[in-house]
């Protein structure tokens, strides 16, 4: 939250602790970060890239191409970012929220926000199509009309 950044690698299925991230740093040495003191931590292809994510778009441009839900994070400080979260409530985490950025070519892939850090989660949208879409129903042919197609039987 003091703007500091500190590089280091996480387990990606077990790095939220109740009392923190677990983080292991370049310096091979094990950190218990409490969720109060982040802002927000960035799952980046290369630790070489813009760190914060200085580079990327922090709202979409347009609608999202991704399937999941649209969503808008208001941090305390009233900055504002948009991503794209699974449309699915087993994915909801009790420590914070994961999502996709806006641009996924980017340096930074993910983005990890305690709940704490955040004022406001807003659902702009639901993209992709649903799960139990009704597909439409063929009608069935009249007894008066041939099937063009159907072998003959002598």
């Known amino acids: 939250m003091d703007s500091s950044l500190l590089e280091g690698y996480v387990s990606p299925h077990a790095y939220l602790r109740p009392e923190g991230v677990e983080v292991l740093k370049r310096t091979a040495e094990a950190a218990l970060v409490p969720y109060e003191q982040i ?5 980046v292809r290369e630790f070489d890239g813009p760190p914060d994510g200085e580079d990327q778009r922090r709202v979409f441009g347009s609608r999202p191409k991704m ?11 009233d900055e504002v970012v948009e991503g794209v979260m699974p449309n699915d409530l087993s994915m909801m985490d009790e420590f914070g929220v994961t999502f996709t950025p806006p641009d996924a070519g980017a340096n930074v892939q993910r983005v990890f926000v305690p709940r704490r850090a955040l004022q406001q989660i807003k659902v702009l949208g639901v993209v992709g199509s649903p799960v139990n879409r009704r597909r439409p129903r063929k009608k069935a042919a009249s007894e008066d009309q041939r099937d063009l197609f159907a072998s003959e039987q002598s």
Request: glycine content about 6%; hydrophobic content about 50%; cysteine-free.
């Open 39 to 43: 802002r927000a931590i960035y799952f």
């Open 67 to 77: 399937d999941g839900l649209w969503v808008r994070l208001t941090f305390r400080d």
